[in-house]
């Protein structure tokens, strides 16, 4: 959150301190959105509702993530009133109306369509205004999910310059008034700091039923979360139905409308569903129905998990099956895994599993190691994706230095350990130019049963310790790389899925996720002490 004063005309932004301020519109001087008088038969001259010194000097709305501004104002503030208050869009913004039909449902509220706001109403337009932008440093840090949110005159007005910006403004909003609340008067100016905000959930080896998914959604919507990763391949269970290769397919899993279902829900709340088929590795269910995929080492035995990439037929069946779901999930992103190959996990993986180091030199000289093989299968599966317009995602320790081969510069580096073969420090990635993830397995893995050293993890601890620039274990990179670190994003395993019910992890990680967000929305210190923080998320 900012500290110290912003200018404003007519008022004071102010974050943990009063001040005298007056309300108003932006735009303009007078008592209507964009300097015009009021609309519902009320005089400019003299409202009946205009703000005067007898109201206190507002504080900003509570809640989670807490407004990076807030400009205090005197006035009544506003409420919904079920009577005559209705949620309209402006004059060309129908793009809204799902925005709009939501937050007035939510609120008990008409839609009235394309209209003129009158007393009671909440007005929700595309703006090219200043939404987001940093006064401080003058330059726009939110983008298309900064926003501007007014109370003024018992009306409310949420501006942003796209979609989910006025779709995170209703969610201040509905927080705002949860409880019978008043939202304050006076103005928000609010925006992200970081573009990624996830939560990702292993379905693969601990199934979770739609309606408890679609209840995730629902929370993370509310929460200004934008991406839902789904790992739903791994050597427990493939948990989307095929039609490439319906064989793998475990017996509890989702359908394809299912899954479009769900896909369409969280676009109705902006958020992105980021499918995730690992490979070459945590493949068992995908080998269990073709054991000659199966990687055997030296002496034959069977390495859990992965195909023997040396195979043609192995790259074929999973590229099948990312062809297969590129549709199903339209969004921008896609995580191709690469993690946990056990073939590198051994003293002398030529040695041990020859007929990868034929292969190896086979495409690569007579220099190349069996590295630079699982290299080359990553780079492969990223040109399999990329012509349906994704971006990539890999976690880190599918990133090898040296060798013959380097992943492609387009992936970004989803950073979960430092502790894995190939591992390296996030410096190392960041001083390549790579752009990266945080999901840092200190603060944001959430592994049922906590095998190995996994703790579940505290929201307090998150809350009080964690920001983005806490990559790997407890110390941050340095802030130079800031730009480069995309967000964040807390992650569910399933490593025993029966330790906990699908409820008890729900329970779980309702305040890890809340202090997440907190943090990949404004990653300085955060003005309430966590019992307060607890407090006010229990009233929301």
Request: avoid cysteine; glycine fraction near 12%.
């Given at each position: 959150?900012?500290?110290g004063?912003?200018?404003?005309?007519g008022?004071?932004?102010?974050?943990?301190?009063?001040?005298?301020a007056?309300?108003?519109?932006?735009?303009?001087?007078?008592?209507?959105?964009?300097?015009?008088?009021?609309?519902?038969?009320?005089?400019?001259?003299?409202?009946?509702?205009?703000?005067?010194?007898?109201?206190?000097?507002?504080?900003?709305?509570?809640?989670?993530?807490?407004?990076?501004?807030?400009?205090?104002?005197?006035?009544?503030?506003?409420?919904?009133?079920?009577?005559k208050?209705?949620?309209?869009?402006?004059?060309?913004?129908?793009?809204?109306a799902?925005?709009?039909?939501?937050?007035?449902?939510?609120?008990?509220?008409?839609?009235?369509?394309?209209?003129?706001?009158?007393?009671?109403?909440?007005?929700?337009?595309?703006?090219?205004?200043?939404?987001?932008?940093?006064?401080?440093?003058?330059?726009?840090?939110g983008?298309?999910?900064?926003?501007?949110?007014?109370?003024k005159?018992?009306?409310?007005?949420?501006?942003?310059?796209?979609?989910?910006?006025?779709?995170?403004?209703?969610?201040?909003?509905?927080?705002?008034?949860?409880?019978?609340?008043?939202?304050?008067?006076?103005?928000?100016?609010?925006?992200?700091?970081?573009?990624?905000?996830?939560?990702?959930?292993?379905?693969?080896?601990?199934?979770?039923?739609?309606?408890?998914?679609?209840?995730?959604?629902?929370?993370?919507?509310?929460?200004?979360?934008?991406?839902?990763?789904?790992?739903?391949?791994?050597d427990q269970?493939?948990?989307?139905?095929?039609?490439s290769?319906?064989?793998?397919?475990?017996?509890?899993?989702?359908?394809?409308?299912?899954?479009?279902?769900?896909?369409?829900?969280?676009?109705?709340?902006?958020?992105?569903?980021?499918?995730?088929?690992?490979?070459?590795?945590?493949?068992?269910?995908?080998?269990?129905?073709?054991?000659?995929?199966?990687?055997?080492?030296?002496?034959?035995?069977?390495?859990?998990g992965?195909?023997d990439?040396?195979?043609?037929?192995?790259a074929?069946?999973?590229?099948?099956?990312?062809?297969?779901?590129?549709?199903?999930?339209?969004?921008?992103?896609?995580?191709?895994?690469?993690?946990?190959?056990?073939?590198?996990?051994?003293?002398?993986?030529?040695?041990?599993?020859?007929?990868?180091?034929?292969?190896?030199?086979?495409?690569?000289?007579?220099?190349?190691?069996?590295?630079?093989?699982?290299?080359g299968?990553?780079?492969?599966?990223?040109?399999?994706?990329?012509?349906?317009?994704?971006?990539?995602?890999?976690?880190?320790?599918?990133?090898?230095?040296?060798?013959?081969?380097?992943?492609?510069?387009?992936?970004?580096v989803?950073?979960?350990?430092?502790?894995?073969?190939?591992?390296?420090?996030?410096?190392?990635?960041?001083?390549a130019?790579?752009?990266?993830?945080?999901?840092?397995?200190?603060y944001?893995?959430?592994?049922?049963?906590?095998?190995?050293?996994?703790?579940?993890?505290t929201?307090?601890?998150?809350?009080?310790?964690?920001?983005?620039?806490?990559?790997?274990?407890?110390?941050?990179?340095s802030?130079r790389?800031?730009?480069?670190?995309?967000?964040?994003?807390?992650?569910?395993?399933g490593?025993?899925?029966?330790?906990?019910?699908?409820?008890?992890?729900?329970?779980?990680?309702?305040?890890?996720?809340?202090?997440?967000?907190?943090?990949?929305?404004?990653?300085?210190?955060?003005?309430?002490?966590w019992?307060?923080?607890?407090?006010?998320?229990?009233?929301?």
């Amino acid at each position: 959150m900012r500290r110290g004063p912003v200018a404003a005309a007519g008022g004071v932004a102010v974050v943990g301190a009063v001040v005298l301020a007056v309300g108003f519109w932006p735009g303009g001087d007078g008592d209507g959105p964009d300097g015009a008088a009021p609309s519902g038969g009320r005089s400019a001259a003299a409202p009946s509702t205009s703000p005067t010194k007898s109201y206190a000097l507002s504080k900003a709305p509570a809640t989670i993530p807490a407004v990076r501004e807030h400009t205090a104002a005197r006035g009544p503030g506003w409420r919904p009133d079920e009577g005559k208050g209705r949620v309209v869009i402006g004059d060309g913004d129908s793009g809204l109306a799902d925005e709009a039909k939501l937050l007035a449902g939510e609120l008990k509220l008409k839609y009235g369509g394309e209209s003129d706001p009158r007393e009671g109403d909440v007005q929700l337009t595309l703006s090219d205004g200043d939404e987001g932008k940093d006064k401080g440093k003058g330059k726009d840090k939110g983008g298309d999910e900064s926003y501007t949110l007014t109370v003024k005159g018992e009306r409310v007005r949420i501006a942003a310059p796209a979609e989910a910006g006025v779709f995170y403004g209703t969610r201040t909003l509905k927080q705002a008034v949860s409880g019978g609340r008043t939202a304050p008067e006076g103005v928000v100016r609010d925006r992200p700091a970081k573009p990624q905000r996830g939560f990702m959930i292993d379905i693969a080896r601990k199934h979770y039923d739609l309606k408890w998914l679609e209840d995730r959604v629902r929370d993370l919507g509310d929460l200004k979360y934008n991406q839902l990763g789904l790992h739903f391949s791994d050597d427990q269970a493939f948990r989307i139905e095929s039609e490439s290769h319906p064989e793998i397919v475990s017996s509890d899993h989702l359908t394809k409308d299912q899954v479009r279902g769900l896909v369409k829900l969280a676009a109705s709340r902006h958020i992105t569903v980021v499918p995730e088929i690992d490979s070459p590795g945590h493949l068992g269910a995908v080998t269990r129905q073709h054991p000659s995929l199966q990687l055997r080492d030296s002496r034959g035995k069977v390495t859990r998990g992965a195909v023997d990439i040396s195979k043609p037929a192995a790259a074929k069946i999973v590229d099948d099956l990312l062809k297969e779901y590129a549709d199903l999930f339209p969004g921008a992103y896609w995580h191709l895994g690469a993690d946990e190959y056990l073939a590198l996990t051994v003293k002398n993986p030529e040695a041990s599993y020859p007929q990868l180091a034929a292969a190896a030199r086979e495409r690569y000289g007579a220099d190349g190691r069996v590295q630079d093989l699982a290299t080359g299968w990553l780079n492969d599966r990223a040109d399999t994706v990329r012509p349906f317009d994704k971006k990539l995602k890999a976690w880190n320790d599918g990133f090898f230095r040296g060798g013959k081969t380097q992943a492609a510069d387009d992936l970004e580096v989803a950073y979960w350990t430092g502790k894995e073969i190939g591992a390296r420090e996030p410096d190392a990635y960041l001083k390549a130019g790579r752009k990266l993830v945080n999901y840092n397995d200190e603060y944001l893995y959430y592994v049922l049963g906590q095998p190995q050293t996994f703790r579940y993890p505290t929201g307090q601890r998150i809350y009080e310790s964690w920001t983005p620039l806490v990559v790997r274990g407890t110390k941050p990179v340095s802030e130079r790389y800031d730009d480069q670190i995309l967000g964040g994003t807390f992650a569910v395993w399933g490593d025993l899925a029966d330790a906990q019910t699908q409820e008890q992890v729900a329970a779980g990680i309702r305040m890890p996720l809340r202090a997440t967000v907190q943090k990949l929305w404004d990653p300085g210190k955060p003005d309430l002490a966590w019992k307060d923080f607890v407090k006010l998320a229990d009233g929301l």
